[in-house]
């Protein structure tokens, strides 16, 4: 039996930025992780990095006038908040948004993270200027991507635990959290087996032996359910989103199985908005998988038409990169999994991008002459998208549409009209010979092309999809993919958890994804991307800097 100041459960970005932060203090800190030690970082590891930030130098550099207040209104028309227990996921998210507009470019920057100076534009809405969506690009694309992200804050770490003041308790499952009369004592659990798998790839569960960890306070950092299909559908929101779908891949590994938010709930911690998700409507089954189930998300520019299942195109602002619980709830709406990007050649090199930091080598290896080369000097699509064009059983490629029709009928379960996919392509294509159009599709190619960012990077020159020399066709079949979980364990701006009564727990605190990213789920509702990492960042040293933990 070990005693220590604090124990965090859970090796993610969250759970090593309160572990820095509470080692900077001279905390003895415990963290603990089921996972091996090569899966430091957790999920962090494998994103694209992004992060949600706001009036920065990137931005102006870009010609993009931002603002904390235009932030906030963005946050808030997202999130519509509407519950009584919203009170701390409003307080949470107008805290992140001073953050994130005010010194926490600064303070990354002075540990060295950086940024790619091209912001993205993600979420971009697509409805009133009230409700969901960045009003302007925010999406600040990291230089080494999640590895980048996550590196600062494990230097620190490994830093402290060289010293003796942070202890690094890998395979080290928790199943329980000890009490005395209501307040934290402790976790308790098994040891597993060491495991050389890769990391990213399922680990065994042999028990070897037990343990028992005693401190005053006990941090919660261990991730959302994504990695658990039963837990999502469990959880999920059939009046507001409709049934879950038939067959989900996963956008996580099999570690992020949300074991923890029981094991708090039962040494009294709340939980609290837990019907608020967040999952992808574009997502790709992996040719090379990692994890089981593995999927990959496309990051879609906004020029490939959409259709659902049954070859109908589906209306604003379902558009590729707007609105995505929207696009969910009326893919799920047709009752069938699956929806078609319908592109072409030159669609597929300017606008699809991969979600995860294995498929952006370039942008990993921190290399501007990889960039360049990958991404605007390639006559194709980066070797990563033409490797799934190729080999990726979701992709059909075609030099007509009759065959395109052909190879989306082999994979889909609904067999698709040729005529009727072409009327639709047709009536798009007649709208691009000018500036005006009445197509909202092209309205907002229109509007992304102002951006120099787009239009030196991100959206296609228009065009007409059936010419030949804009080919060759191509469809992709889009699963959805689970991501995030948006509600999560209740806290205060300090992370300390409060119990079913309202009372804070004594000791027990949370960060990250199982807080719904602080609060319980300060994002509301609706996701504006670059806000999962920046809450781990955030929530995590909040609680690492909280006066109330030991």
Avoid at 45 to 62: A, I
Avoid at 541 to 547: E, F, L, N, S, V
Wanted: glycine fraction near 12%; include cysteine; charged fraction near 25%.
């Amino acid at each position: 039996m070990d005693n220590f100041d604090v124990i965090i459960v859970g090796g993610g970005l969250a759970g090593l930025v309160a572990a820095a932060e509470l080692g900077d203090r001279g905390k003895r800190v415990a963290l603990i992780d089921q996972e091996p030690g090569h899966f430091l970082g957790g999920q962090a590891f494998w994103s694209l990095g992004g992060l949600f930030l706001v009036d920065t130098p990137e931005q102006r550099r870009m010609g993009i006038r931002d603002s904390r207040e235009l932030a906030l209104n963005d946050w808030m028309g997202s999130a519509r908040f509407d519950r009584k227990q919203d009170y701390w996921p409003r307080k949470w998210a107008e805290a992140y948004v001073d953050f994130a507009a005010g010194e926490m470019r600064s303070w990354l920057h002075g540990m060295g993270m950086r940024w790619f100076p091209v912001v993205g534009w993600a979420e971009r809405g697509g409805s009133f200027a009230d409700g969901h969506g960045n009003s302007v690009p925010r999406f600040h694309l990291t230089w080494g991507v999640g590895p980048g992200v996550v590196e600062p804050f494990e230097t620190r770490v490994r830093d402290h635990a060289a010293t003796g003041r942070i202890t690094l308790k890998f395979r080290h499952r928790c199943s329980a959290i000890l009490t005395e009369n209501g307040a934290v004592t402790g976790v308790s659990g098994e040891i597993l087996a060491d495991d050389l798998s890769l990391r990213g790839q399922s680990t065994n569960r042999d028990v070897t032996g037990e343990f028992e960890f005693r401190a005053p306070s006990v941090l919660i950092t261990s991730g959302g359910i994504g990695g658990n299909l039963d837990l999502v559908r469990e959880a999920w929101p059939r009046e507001r989103l409709g049934e879950p779908p038939q067959q989900m891949i996963s956008g996580v590994p099999a570690h992020v199985d949300g074991r923890m938010i029981a094991i708090a709930q039962d040494a009294g911690a709340r939980t609290i908005n837990t019907d608020r998700m967040w999952h992808y409507t574009e997502g790709i089954r992996n040719w090379d998988p990692i994890w089981p189930n593995h999927g990959i998300r496309i990051l879609p520019g906004p020029s490939s038409m959409w259709f659902d299942a049954e070859g109908n195109r589906l209306p604003p602002p379902c558009m590729p990169g707007f609105d995505t619980l929207s696009t969910l709830r009326e893919i799920l709406a047709t009752g069938h999994h699956y929806s078609w990007f319908v592109m072409t050649q030159k669609i597929l090199k300017k606008e699809v991008a991969l979600s995860g930091s294995e498929q952006n080598p370039d942008f990993a290896s921190r290399s501007w002459f990889e960039v360049i080369r990958q991404r605007v000097l390639n006559r194709k699509a980066t070797p990563a998208v033409e490797a799934f064009k190729e080999h990726g059983e979701d992709f059909v490629v075609a030099d007509t549409l009759e065959e395109l029709v052909e190879g989306m009928n082999r994979l889909g379960t609904v067999s698709l009209e040729l005529e009727k996919l072409r009327a639709q392509i047709v009536a798009r294509d007649s709208q691009v010979n000018n500036p005006f159009t009445k197509d909202a599709q092209l309205m907002a190619i229109h509007a992304a092309r102002n951006y120099r960012g787009d239009r030196l990077m991100r959206t296609a020159k228009p065009h007409r999809i059936l010419d030949p020399k804009n080919g060759p066709l191509i469809a992709v079949r889009l699963s959805i993919i689970t991501r995030k979980t948006l509600g999560g364990l209740e806290t205060d701006l300090n992370g300390q958890v409060f119990n079913p009564s309202g009372e804070l727990v004594p000791g027990l605190f949370a960060a990250g994804e199982v807080s719904g990213f602080g609060g319980g789920g300060y994002h509301g509702y609706n996701a504006l991307e670059g806000s999962f990492l920046g809450g781990c960042i955030y929530s995590g040293r909040q609680a690492g800097r909280a006066t109330s933990i030991a």
